[in-house]
């Protein structure tokens, strides 16, 4: 497939967590945003046989193409479901082990995968911004056997700290801390996903862990947008960039109104000899 050469960032990030997508497998995602439309990618191009339950309680719908301008409360975006219930039950089904996956968005996260859906600032009364909050998100990043998080790559959003913790992640991170606070065992947060870098979490520190960077950033570049330095893998993948055919479908088919994936735009150009850089950026000389 041809990559694309321009993108935004939030294109780039809905298509690498669309690939991370795995076949026969249930999600728990919010109603709308990034979190959806990249399940939704996934099921278009790469594995048709994944099912997603929806915080409203819509159990497996199928989505009609072109997605509905409105996702939240639309009778289209339940279109087909095996099931209409309620949050109340689809909480029940997470905590008895039966959805693999959580997809959520953050404004912040810390370099335990806890994260921030609800203010910003100290002052919980008088915020400096308040947000629409996390809806059902804790309960996903609670009950769910893995949490992938969808945010930007700034120092504004990998704090050291969060302003609040909206939903868990490996908590303080050590041993147990979940199963302390009363969330199932073997549970937290897998990935986070960005436009420029993917992280894990390392398996005995519970702290987020380096794993891949796009070809047209660095990790000094990746670190220097974080307010905290995480673990760096012994080996870095490298991220292709969005595929021509993956950004047709995402601006036509998934989200055609452009509302979600707009965002500042990527521009990259070849690199001789394989790779990819930004546009314009210089190259050093070599003797």
Not at 15 to 24: G, H, I, K, L, P
Not at 99 to 111: C, H, K, R, S, W
Request: aromatic share 10%.
């Amino acid at each position: 497939m041809t990559a694309a050469l321009a993108f935004t960032t939030n294109e780039a990030s809905i298509v690498y967590a669309s690939r991370m997508m795995e076949e026969d497998r249930l999600y728990f995602v919010a109603i709308g945003g990034p979190p959806l439309l990249a399940i939704l990618l996934s099921k278009r191009l790469r594995t048709p046989e994944i099912a997603y339950v929806v915080e409203d309680g819509t159990i497996a719908p199928q989505m009609p193409m072109p997605t509905p301008p409105f996702m939240i409360g639309a009778g289209l975006s339940s279109s087909r479901a095996a099931a209409w219930t309620d949050m109340n039950t689809v909480d029940f089904h997470a905590g008895l082990g039966y959805i693999d996956y959580g997809v959520l968005a953050a404004v912040q996260v810390d370099e335990y995968g806890n994260f921030n859906s609800t203010f910003l600032g100290e002052d919980y009364d008088r915020p400096a911004r308040r947000f629409g909050g996390p809806g059902g998100a804790n309960e996903i990043a609670s009950l769910c056997w893995r949490t992938i998080v969808m945010t930007r790559l700034e120092k504004r959003k990998f704090v050291r700290t969060c302003d609040f913790v909206s939903s868990p992640g490996f908590l303080d991170g050590t041993p147990g801390a979940r199963e302390r606070a009363g969330l199932p065992a073997e549970t937290g947060p897998y990935r986070v996903i960005t436009e420029r870098a993917v992280f894990g979490f390392d398996e005995e520190t519970r702290r987020m862990k380096l794993i891949a960077v796009a070809p047209w950033s660095s990790v000094d570049e990746v670190l220097a947008d974080m307010d905290f330095a995480p673990v760096i893998a012994d080996e870095i993948a490298s991220l292709d960039p969005p595929t021509e055919e993956e950004l047709t479908v995402l601006r036509t088919d998934v989200d055609p109104t452009g509302r979600t994936i707009s965002g500042a735009w990527i521009t990259i150009e070849e690199v001789a000899g394989g790779g990819f850089r930004r546009a314009g950026a210089e190259v050093a000389a070599t003797s």
